[in-house]
């Protein structure tokens, strides 16, 4: 059975199982710099999408309290269950769990412009791509 499992900061080291595959790493960093980068941080939450205990996806997420914004900041799915639908249900689960965290709150996600495949799975569950950019020049899109 599908379920997100959310990361104890000290057993980070099961992110390092997900691994995406070459063409991907163009678009995303790798999971050891992500934990380098956000662990510890308040505002931010590591979650896995697990099927019984294996562990198929990772995504990292930010509540900015303040300023009422959710930001799905990285989204991954092992290499080995990609093509399987994955993707998307990982991703309606974790829409799910944003709203938990605050209804009315918007979800924003950035992507890389080439980054063909995940652009096509947000717009299909509603993101809508606000044509503005990020600082690295990545599209941004909302939930609403």
Not at 52 to 72: P, V
Not at 81 to 91: K, T, V
């Amino acid at each position: 059975m599908l379920r997100l499992v959310e990361v104890d900061p000290d057993r980070c080291s099961q992110l390092l199982r997900v691994q995406i595959t070459d063409e991907q790493k163009d678009f995303i960093d790798p999971v050891d710099q992500i934990i380098k980068d956000h662990m510890g941080m308040d505002s931010c939450i590591h979650l896995t999408l697990n099927d019984d205990d294996t562990i198929i996806g990772y995504a990292l997420i930010r509540h900015n309290r303040h300023e009422r914004q959710l930001w799905l900041d990285d989204l991954m799915i092992d290499a080995k269950y990609q093509h399987q639908g994955y993707g998307r249900r990982f991703l309606q689960q974790l829409i799910d769990y944003m709203r938990s965290l605050d209804p009315s709150a918007p979800i924003c996600l950035s992507c890389v412009k080439t980054n063909v495949h995940a652009i096509a799975l947000y717009t299909r569950l509603g993101f809508i791509n606000t044509e503005q950019e990020n600082t690295l020049g990545e599209y941004i899109f909302t939930y609403y």
